[in-house]
């Protein structure tokens, strides 16, 4: 299915800001998407340069906002778990600098995405990219990392600029009053998962 989304991909991006009138092709780009996240969840696919193929998707979302969620989602998904995977490999063994500075060059890119995408238009797009954003950081926040003379490379602090934007989301997203559509939604819901999942969103972006 790797190889398939590769196919996909090529022929999805020559479309350019046109591919979002494709049903056909969205779905199929999903679909692949969505499998190849699943699998690369527990399987490492680093061979196949999943990161740089998929991230072209991502850089066209946020040059155009022409993608819909079930493209974008499964995207941002495959693209952090490329990136986990070769943070795996090189804190387990020896790797060149060429290898390390390439690691941080793809990990700043996806930092420029998700930091991008927190303003997103897409509520669910927001949400993910601010969740993975903070699943990094603090990954490479990490004292074995930041006191490792090879490793120390990927160590990263987020400035006060994007510490400032991840704190104003935390503070829409968490402590924001209810607006009136919402309250009417949680008035009408007659079940309690809609109520019970609203409170572990916002305790999931506070910790």
Not at 89 to 102: A, G, H, I
Not at 125 to 131: D, M, N, R, S, W
Request: aromatic share 8%; charged share 25%.
């Amino acid at each position: 299915f790797v190889i398939n989304l590769n196919q996909l991909l090529d022929d999805f991006l020559q479309q350019g800001e046109d591919l979002s009138a494709n049903e056909g092709g969205i779905c199929q780009i999903s679909s692949s998407l969505r499998k190849v996240a699943a699998f690369h969840n527990a399987h490492d696919l680093t061979r196949w340069n999943l990161y740089n193929r998929i991230s072209q998707l991502l850089d066209l979302e946020m040059k155009c906002r022409c993608l819909p969620g079930q493209v974008v989602l499964p995207a941002l998904q495959c693209t952090y778990y490329a990136l986990l995977w070769q943070l795996t490999t090189v804190m387990d063994r020896s790797s060149s600098k060429e290898t390390l500075l390439l690691l941080r060059t793809q990990t700043m890119h996806f930092f420029e995405i998700c930091r991008n995408y927190l303003n997103h238009n897409n509520k669910a797009i927001q949400e993910q990219a601010f969740t993975l954003l903070c699943d990094l950081l603090m990954i490479l926040s990490n004292q074995e990392i930041s006191e490792n003379e090879v490793l120390k490379v990927l160590s990263y602090t987020p400035d006060s600029s994007l510490q400032s934007e991840l704190l104003i989301f935390v503070q829409d997203h968490v402590f924001i009053k209810e607006n009136k559509e919402i309250k009417e939604e949680w008035e009408k819901s007659k079940e309690e998962d809609y109520k019970l999942n609203t409170l572990q969103k916002k305790r999931k972006f506070l910790s």
